[in-house]
């Protein structure tokens, strides 16, 4: 069994300020996910990271996929209260069938912004 | 575009109760699934369909959970009888065939048993 676990769980911090979020496993997934989540609402996909080394940027946010492809990590530069919500990581298989992958996600992190 | 949509968005009943929750995902979408999200925690695949066939169900309690995806669009999650513990929020997500295209969630429905 995959397994995503996320740190931290919780995180309350200041707008303005920047943080960092991780996603960590034991196993090799062919892809990585982001996705945030706000209160009443299913997850919505923010980016997708497929090459070990990757680095990607959406505005404030940039995530990395480790060299490994084990780990990723969410940035976010000067916070804004807009960014409150919970944010899941999620894994592909890194053998499957054609259509028949199924996500790991993670434990995800509860993050608010404080104005 | 319309997204995944579902019914109902909460539900309340005692254990030993059945329930049912109903998902029609966005046109076209060939892959649907079911997620199981308890508080504070990651969704947990329950099952998944492509068109109308059962691709996974490994992680379906099987004794008191079916789904069905007639004709392959609309699906429903029965429990039969519901516990304590499948208290949670139901997602119900889908995407086109090839599994490289993005995943859409629906808004899930809230379930508390009681």
């Known amino acids: 069994t995959q397994l995503l676990e996320q740190s931290p769980q919780f995180l309350s911090i200041q707008e303005g300020e920047n943080l960092t979020v991780y996603c960590n496993s034991s196993?090799?997934?062919?892809?990585l996910q982001w996705y945030r989540q706000e209160p009443g609402e299913g997850p919505v996909l923010l980016v997708t990271?497929?090459?070990?080394?990757e680095v990607k940027k959406l505005k404030r946010l940039t995530f990395q996929f480790g060299d490994a492809r084990k780990d990723s990590s969410l940035h976010i530069t000067a916070a804004q209260t807009g960014d409150t919500g919970l944010y899941l990581c999620?894994?592909?298989?890194?053998?499957?069938?054609?259509?028949?992958?199924?996500?790991?996600f993670g434990t995800g992190t509860r993050l608010t912004i404080i104005p | 575009e319309a997204g995944v949509a579902q019914s109902p968005r909460y539900k309340i009943i005692e254990k030993r109760q059945s329930v049912a929750f109903w998902c029609n995902p966005i046109?076209?979408?060939?892959?649907l699934y079911w997620y199981q999200q308890i508080l504070g925690q990651g969704p947990k695949l329950l099952i998944q369909?492509?068109?109308?066939?059962?691709?996974?169900d490994s992680q379906l309690p099987k004794d008191r959970f079916s789904a069905e995806r007639l004709k392959g669009v609309d699906s429903t999650l029965k429990i039969q009888p519901a516990k304590l513990e499948d208290s949670a929020v139901y997602l119900c997500?889908?995407?086109?065939?090839?599994?490289?295209?993005?995943?859409?969630f629906g808004s899930g429905t809230q379930l508390s048993v009681l």
């Open positions: 997500a889908s995407r086109g065939a090839y599994s490289n295209e993005k995943l859409f």
């Open positions: 196993s090799v997934f062919s892809s």
């Open positions: 990271v497929v090459t070990g080394g």
């Open positions: 999620a894994g592909g298989p890194l053998i499957s069938n054609f259509g028949n992958e199924k996500l790991t």
């Open positions: 046109s076209g979408h060939a892959t």
């Open positions: 369909f492509q068109n109308n066939g059962v691709v996974d």
